[in-house]
């Protein structure tokens, strides 16, 4: 049984710089502080609207990062640029909409096929890995497979979200023969989006997933016990998720 690893999103170290327009609390310390407890990449999301994470950070975590870069971001020129200037290991794509409060929903990639394949093309020839981050949908892993994506991250929100033990069990269902769908398909599979410690142990433990990649629940235990803390201690549920404890 091959381990699984955690992507740490530090978006909402941002945000509360943000909050007040201080230097404090600075992404760049927070990177190393995860990546000393364990995390094995750090995510960013740089939003077209930079409510968040700023040029600043992206360019500067390029550099300083020990792991390595899971860089996010909608399909946009602006984007693409900045991706194919700083040259991280992985990009993301994702959907954006100015007014959600966070990710809704996965990029429609069957709908967009040649706008993607001429961004996955364009990013891959800089030598980055390129994830889409979709639904746990056939259709979509089979447009990811067309536009030539070697990576797909499965959006979990409608299984963190679910209001009942019933559709939780669907929610995970699907994306546990999503997963597996996607991985005969030669895809490497990731999953993200709404993770939190109460929940996460059920998706670690699909076998056919590489990473997730978490952050607002972490970020948000840290406030309380340290960042430090709350990336182990997510690392050690993933861990005892994926050996079924
Ligand atoms: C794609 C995804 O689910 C997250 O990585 C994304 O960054 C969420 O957006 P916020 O970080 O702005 O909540
Ligand atoms: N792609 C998902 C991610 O990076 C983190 O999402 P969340 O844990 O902040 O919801």
Known sequence: ?????????????????QARGTNYPDPIHAAAVAEHAGA?????????????IQDRDVYLLAK?????????????????AIACEIKPAYACL?????EELTTEGGLDVAGQLDKITSAVTRLAAKGIKV??????????????????APYIE??????????????????????????????????????GH??????????????????LNIGHAVIARAAIDGLETAVRDMKTLMLEGRRGE
């Open 131 to 148: 994830s889409l981050f979709i639904d746990a949908d056939k259709a979509q892993i089979d447009a990811a497979v067309a536009v030539g």
């Open 154 to 191: 499965i959006h979990t929100g409608c299984y963190a979200d679910a209001q009942t033990d019933a559709v939780q069990a669907e929610e995970l269902a699907r994306i546990t023969t999503m997963a597996k769908y996607a991985h005969s398909k030669g895809l490497v599979v990731n999953a």
């Open 40 to 52: 094995d990449g750090i995510t960013i999301h740089l939003r077209e609207d930079r409510r968040h």
């Open 64 to 80: 300083t990062l020990k792991t390595r870069m899971n860089f996010e971001f909608a399909v946009t020129e602006e984007m693409i």
């Open 194 to 211: 709404g993770l939190h410690y109460h929940n996460v142990k059920a998706i670690a433990a699909i076998p056919e997933l590489y990473e």
């Open 94 to 98: 994702v959907p954006e909409k100015r």
């Open 1 to 17: 049984m091959s381990g699984i690893l955690l992507g740490i999103n530090i978006d909402h170290i941002a945000t509360l710089r």
